[in-house]
C-alpha cells in the first residue's frame, strides 16, 4: 500500500530549525564567561559566609545561607538552565572545603562543629534543589489551551 500513493508535501509547514538548549548547545564564549563569573561569586561567597556564620552564630549562618540561595538561584535564573546554578556551587564548595583545611598553626576557620556541619549541609542542600528545580513559565506564552 505504501507505493499506491504519493504522499502530499506540507507547504506551509513552519521550519524545524530548533535551537538547542541546556548542555547540547554549542559553545558560547559569553555563556562560559558567565559561567566563570558565576563560579567566581561562589567562591566569594563561600568565603564571607565561612567567616560570618562562624563570627554571628546562628543568625551569621542564616545570612550565609540566604546569601549562597540567592547566589545559586540567581544564576540558575540568569542562565536558564541547571549549569547555571551549579557553577556557583562549585565555586562555593571549592572554597569551603579548601577553608576546612586549616592552617599550618592548627587553627580552622569554623568555630564549631554545628555550625559547620550545618553550613555545609544546609548549602550542599540549596544548591542541589536550584539545580534541579523546574523552569520558570516564559512570560507571554500560550498554552494551547482555552481558558488557561
Given at each position: 500500500m505504501s507505493g499506491s500513493r504519493p504522499r502530499a508535501t506540507r507547504t506551509n509547514a513552519p521550519p524545524r530549525d530548533i535551537p538547542a538548549t541546556g548542555l547540547a548547545a554549542p559553545l558560547n564564549p559569553r555563556r562560559i564567561a558567565a559561567l566563570l563569573g558565576l563560579a567566581v561569586l561562589g567562591a566569594l561567597v563561600g568565603i564571607a559566609g565561612t567567616l560570618v556564620q562562624s563570627a554571628w552564630f546562628p543568625g551569621g549562618l542564616v545570612l550565609a545561607l540566604l546569601a549562597a540561595t540567592g547566589l545559586?538561584?540567581?544564576?540558575?535564573?540568569?542562565?536558564?538552565?541547571?549549569?547555571?546554578?551549579?557553577?556557583?556551587?562549585?565555586?562555593?564548595?571549592?572554597?569551603?572545603?579548601?577553608l576546612l583545611g586549616g592552617r599550618?598553626?592548627?587553627?580552622?576557620?569554623?568555630?564549631?562543629?554545628?555550625?559547620?556541619?550545618?553550613?555545609?549541609?544546609?548549602?550542599?542542600?540549596?544548591?542541589?534543589?536550584?539545580?534541579?528545580?523546574?523552569?520558570?513559565?516564559?512570560?507571554?506564552?500560550?498554552?494551547?489551551?482555552?481558558?488557561?
Open positions: 545559586f538561584h540567581g544564576g540558575r535564573t540568569l542562565m536558564g538552565t541547571q549549569p547555571g546554578a551549579l557553577a556557583p556551587a562549585a565555586g562555593w564548595l571549592i572554597s569551603v572545603i579548601l599550618p598553626e592548627g587553627d580552622y576557620v569554623f568555630g564549631n562543629e554545628l555550625g559547620l556541619a550545618l553550613f555545609m549541609l544546609g548549602g550542599m542542600a540549596i544548591a542541589v534543589i536550584c539545580a534541579t528545580m523546574s523552569r520558570a513559565p516564559q512570560l507571554g506564552a500560550d498554552s494551547g489551551r482555552p481558558g488557561k
